[in-house]
T-cell receptor, first 114, second 114 residues
Framework: GQQLNQSPQSMFIQEGEDVSMNCTSSSIFNTWLWYKQDPGEGPVLLIALYKAGELTSNGRLTAQFGITRKDSFLNISASIPSDVGIYFCAGQPSLGYQGGKLIFGQGTELSVKP | DTEVTQTPKHLVMGMTNKKSLKCEQHMGHRAMYWYKQKAKKPPELMFVYSYEKLSINESVPSRFSPECPNSSLLNLHLHALQPEDSALYLC?????????????FGPGTRLTVT
C-alpha cells in the first residue's frame, strides 16, 4: 500500500532552536495535512496544504507542499517547551484515493529542553 | 468552531462487557470516522461514514460495531473485546469524504480491556 516516509523519527532540541521535519512519498498527493498530538489527546490540525508549491504559515509554523507533489515539510521557528509532542504528516493520494482514507507518516517526536 | 467531542474520556471494561463510545460534531460535516491508535503510532482507520452510510470498513472484527444515528452523531459499540484492543479510540469528521477536505479529530477515548 501507499506509505509516507516521515523524518526524523525524533528530535531533541534546545528551546529557541528552529525545527524542520518532512514527509516524502513515491506517489503524487493532492493534499498534505500536518497534525500535532499531545500525550493522551487527539491530533490537532496545524496546517492544510492543497496546491503544489503552496507555502502556508500558522504563527511560528510554516509548511510547504512540494513542487513535485511527492513531499511536504514543516518548520517550527524559535521552539518553546509547549511545542513538545508528536507531529504527524498525512496526505490524500492523487491515484486510488478511497474516500476519507488518509495516509499517515510514522510521526516525529519532538522534545524541547528549556 | 472545529470541535469534535467524545465520551467517555476513559473506559475500563472486561472482556465480557458491552459498552459504547460516543462522538458528536456540530460543524455540518457529512463524513465521520473511527480510528484506533496505539502509543506513539499513527492513527489506523477503522470505519468511514459518508452521509450517514457506512462507506469504508477496514476489515475490523465484528466485536466493533459502528452506528451513525444522524449527521452529528457517531457511536462505536464494543462487545467481547480482547486485551489487545486496548488503545486510544479517535473520532474525526470532515465536510466530505472526498479529496481536499481536512479531518478534525476529537480528544479520544482511552480504552483499557481487562
Amino acid at each position: 500500500g501507499q506509505q509516507l516516509n516521515q523524518s526524523p523519527q525524533s528530535m531533541f532540541i534546545q528551546e529557541g532552536e528552529d525545527v524542520s521535519m518532512n514527509c516524502t512519498s513515491s506517489s503524487i498527493f493532492n493534499t498534505w495535512l500536518w497534525y500535532k498530538q499531545d500525550p493522551g489527546e487527539g491530533p490537532v490540525l496545524l496546517i492544510a496544504l492543497y496546491k503544489a508549491g503552496e507555502l502556508t504559515s500558522n504563527g511560528r509554523l510554516t509548511a510547504q507542499f512540494g513542487i513535485t507533489r511527492k513531499d511536504s515539510f514543516l518548520n517550527i521557528s524559535a521552539s518553546i517547551p509547549s511545542d513538545v509532542g508528536i507531529y504527524f504528516c498525512a496526505g490524500q493520494p492523487s491515484l486510488g484515493y478511497q474516500g476519507g482514507k488518509l495516509i499517515f507518516g510514522q510521526g516525529t517526536e519532538l522534545s524541547v529542553k528549556p | 468552531d472545529t470541535e469534535v467531542t467524545q465520551t467517555p474520556k476513559h473506559l475500563v471494561m472486561g472482556m465480557t462487557n458491552k459498552k459504547s463510545l460516543k462522538c458528536e460534531q456540530h460543524m455540518g460535516h457529512r463524513a465521520m470516522y473511527w480510528y484506533k491508535q496505539k502509543a506513539k503510532k499513527p492513527p489506523e482507520l477503522m470505519f468511514v461514514y459518508s452521509y450517514e452510510k457506512l462507506s469504508i470498513n477496514e476489515s475490523v472484527p465484528s466485536r466493533f460495531s459502528p452506528e451513525c444515528p444522524n449527521s452529528s452523531l457517531l457511536n462505536l459499540h464494543l462487545h467481547a473485546l480482547q486485551p489487545e484492543d486496548s488503545a486510544l479510540y479517535l473520532c474525526a469528521s470532515s465536510h466530505r469524504d472526498s479529496s481536499g477536505y481536512e479531518q478534525y479529530f476529537g480528544p479520544g477515548t482511552r480504552l483499557t480491556v481487562t
